[in-house]
């Protein structure tokens, strides 16, 4: 029997095959997984949760989420069940996220999927994805060719020395994370390279959704309420997908976790187009000139004008499912955040994990959540502090600039950036 099957979540054909699309409705494919009760692997990290990660080989690496029960910031936040899912370095608490951000738990399993293959892996990344791939490359060999907007770049180290399977494309200034998006796109194109996908890349949602899946273990339940800071959403997506199968599996309980989904204004798309009841993302007021707004933002990483909102399984489902919200969050206040939760936690935090900080905060404010409840908070990123102590880190250099998303392919090629067997 195959471990797997993807079905769309739209109009729920079924597929055997790996693809990113419905071919009918172009809503998202999720997997659905033979086995409906989770039995752990005996191994560290991420690959303990095997059974549900679209891979054959049990992945043996010491990278994953890390849940613990907060005592001292669910305090001063008066929380009794407090949870925090750890994803950076934090070895006290066993946390070995080494790029420091939960892309990694997206990178091991997508990688892991074509290796073995001839493909190299394609991607566009504002930094943390970009660094999360490269580690995995350099780790599994595997080529990855991965376009960066220039304001990522100062993100682009790793705790080891860059190997020749990693290939940087640096944007011009005046390009954004989508610019970089739509580059990626045309080099995907190319024979020999196959598109990572992005948020229809299944191995990347059921990676993110080890966070659930490690909570609900640790906390032998399911949580009421569910906090991240998104900038796609595919984190959100990947935590309602997870808890969708852990209440098939029965022994989590029956309700899904509220989605408490968190952007940094003033760019903030999905917030808006949440707040004002649509299920579509209206360009001219839900982001005008996104340019500038970007620039404004604290956590500049959350910062996507193309997130899957409106396709079918995508965030508005997902928020529509579980009851979910969505906050906007000040820079002023993510900053404040951030502060407070380095001081009670004792660990240094990403600016998004801010945000999501202070969307508790503001959740609490609202009477959003009570006392009592099961809350779990995603600190998506965080520790490099921490690492710094125990790794030399190395800075990545880009291969080639591109000016602008829609550069001749050929002006790449000439100067022999690209592999050259791809262009022979
Ligand atoms: C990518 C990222 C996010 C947002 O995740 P999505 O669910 O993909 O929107 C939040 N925090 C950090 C640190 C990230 O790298």
Known sequence: MQKYDLICAGCTSIYNDDRLKCASDGGLLRTNYSKKTLTLKDVPGMGKFHDWLPINEVMTTDSGPVTYRSTELAAELGLNNLFISFNGYWPEKGAYVKTCSFKELEAFPTVQKIRGGKSSLVLASAGNTARAFSHVSAMTGV????????????????????????????????????????????????????????????????GMGTVMLDAAVTMKRMPDHYFQA?????????????????????RFGKKLPVLQLSQNLPFAPMFNAWKAGRCDIVKDIDMPDPKKLIHEMYADILSNREPPYSVAGGVY?????????????????????????????????????????????????????????????????????????????SKIEPEFIAENSSIPLEEIMNRKVLDRKVFA
């Open 230 to 250: 998104i900038g796609s959403g595919t984190g959100g997506i990947a935590a309602w997908e997870a808890s969708l199968r852990l209440r098939d599996d029965g």
């Open 143 to 206: 080529d990855v060719y991965i376009a960066v907007p220039a304001s990522g770049m100062s993100r682009m180290w790793l705790p080891e020395e860059p190997t020749d399977s990693i290939h940087i494309i640096q944007m011009g200034k005046n390009c954004d994370y989508t610019d970089s998006i739509h580059l990626a796109e045309r080099i995907a194109a190319l024979p020999g390279m196959k598109a990572e996908g992005g948020a229809r890349n299944v191995a990347r949602r059921d």
């Open 317 to 393: 489902d997902a928020l529509c499912s579980t009851n979910g919200t969505m906050h906007g969050i000040t820079n002023s206040d993510a900053i404040k955040a951030q502060q407070m939760f380095e001081r009670y936690e004792g660990i240094d935090i990403f600016p998004p994990a801010g945000v999501a900080v202070a969307s508790l905060v503001e959740a609490l404010n609202e009477h959003k959540v009570n006392a009592e409840d099961y809350i779990v908070l995603n600190i998506t990123g965080g520790g490099v502090k921490r690492l710094e102590m125990d790794y030399t880190l």
